[in-house]
């Protein structure tokens, strides 16, 4: 016969079945870091420290971005001679005549002029370089710089501290400090360039009078120059473009710049 269940006395519970192990789970595996690109941050800090030791490497002297501009207003290429030479020593060997420029790389635009640009380096001193050519970020620059076909205008505008010199011809020989009043041969000569630049209506007199002033002021102000109304360097420089047609080198859209007009 069959045994009878096993009946727990009364009051006391079953035994409970012993708890299963949880499951083993895998161990972590120790991730495996990729190498992070450089942080833009840095990127560009290291750049900028990069231009000033570029800079170091060109020549001292302004002579190379001298020339470089010379050679665009067909004027000869000037010589140190083994002596150093400043940009208006060179100038006068050149027979070029010469307009200090103090302002950015937008005012330099504006004006659409090649020019040579004086820089402070850290630790180096004074370089020089000639831009010939701006398009959009790009900055064309003779000589240039070791690995470098052009600089963005931030790296530029970074190094320079706006100092700069235009090269120019004074094609009829009308005085930078003719004054208001004068009456001869380069009164005449301004009020022909203010009649061909559009700026002068009147007959040419020969006399420097309060029509032929607000003429002149007035076309400084259209150009961004300071509108005094006095035929200064950098007025002279526009106005032999704009009024008598001559010959003059300017900022070209490309790399090599030096479109004349």
Same mark, same amino acid.
């Given at each position: 016969?069959?045994?009878?269940?096993?009946?727990?006395?009364?009051?006391?519970?079953? *035994?409970?079945? !012993? &708890? $299963? #192990?949880?499951?083993?789970?895998? /161990?972590?595996?120790?991730?495996?870091? +990729?190498?992070? %690109?450089?942080?833009?941050?840095?990127?560009?800090?290291?750049?900028?420290?990069?231009?000033?030791?570029?800079?170091?490497?060109?020549?001292?002297?302004?002579?190379?971005?001298?020339?470089?501009?010379?050679?665009?207003?067909?004027?000869?290429?000037?010589?140190?001679?083994?002596?150093?030479?400043?940009?208006?020593?060179?100038?006068?060997?050149?027979?070029?005549?010469?307009?200090?420029?103090?302002?950015?790389?937008?005012?330099?635009?504006?004006?659409?002029?090649?020019?040579?640009?004086?820089?402070?380096?850290?630790?180096?001193?004074?370089?020089?370089?000639?831009?010939?050519?701006?398009?959009?970020?790009?900055? *064309?620059?003779? !000589? &240039? $710089? #070791?690995?470098?076909?052009?600089? /963005?205008?931030?790296?530029?505008?970074? +190094?320079?501290? %706006?100092?700069?010199?235009?090269?120019?011809?004074?094609?009829?020989?009308?005085?930078?400090?003719?004054?208001?009043?004068?009456?001869?041969?380069?009164?005449?000569?301004?009020?022909?360039?203010?009649?061909?630049?559009?700026?002068?209506?009147?007959?040419?007199?020969?006399?420097?009078?309060?029509?032929?002033?607000?003429?002149?002021?007035?076309?400084?102000?259209?150009?961004?120059?300071?509108?005094?109304?006095?035929?200064?360097?950098?007025?002279?420089?526009?106005?032999?473009?704009?009024?008598?047609?001559?010959?003059?080198?300017?900022?070209?859209?490309?790399?090599?710049?030096?479109?004349?007009?």
């Amino acid at each position: 016969a069959a045994s009878p269940a096993t009946v727990p006395p009364q009051g006391l519970k079953p *035994a409970a079945k !012993p &708890a $299963l #192990p949880p499951p083993s789970l895998p /161990s972590p595996q120790p991730q495996t870091m +990729q190498p992070a %690109g450089t942080p833009p941050s840095l990127a560009a800090g290291a750049k900028s420290a990069e231009l000033p030791l570029l800079l170091a490497k060109l020549p001292e002297g302004p002579e190379p971005a001298f020339n470089a501009l010379a050679h665009l207003w067909n004027a000869p290429a000037a010589t140190s001679k083994g002596k150093r030479k400043s940009v208006e020593q060179l100038a006068r060997q050149s027979g070029l005549a010469l307009a200090p420029f103090n302002g950015n790389i937008g005012a330099l635009q504006r004006l659409n002029t090649p020019a040579i640009l004086e820089l402070k380096v850290p630790g180096s001193g004074t370089r020089y370089i000639a831009v010939t050519g701006i398009a959009k970020d790009r900055v *064309a620059t003779v !000589p &240039a $710089l #070791p690995g470098k076909a052009a600089l /963005s205008r931030k790296e530029l505008e970074r +190094q320079w501290s %706006g100092r700069g010199y235009l090269l120019w011809k004074n094609h009829q020989n009308i005085p930078v400090d003719l004054s208001p009043g004068s009456a001869d041969v380069a009164a005449i000569r301004l009020q022909i360039l203010l009649t061909g630049a559009g700026f002068f209506s009147g007959e040419p007199s020969g006399l420097f009078d309060d029509a032929t002033r607000k003429a002149l002021a007035d076309y400084q102000k259209a150009r961004g120059l300071k509108a005094d109304g006095r035929p200064g360097a950098q007025t002279l420089l526009l106005l032999y473009r704009d009024g008598g047609r001559f010959p003059t080198p300017q900022l070209g859209a490309g790399s090599s710049g030096g479109k004349h007009r």
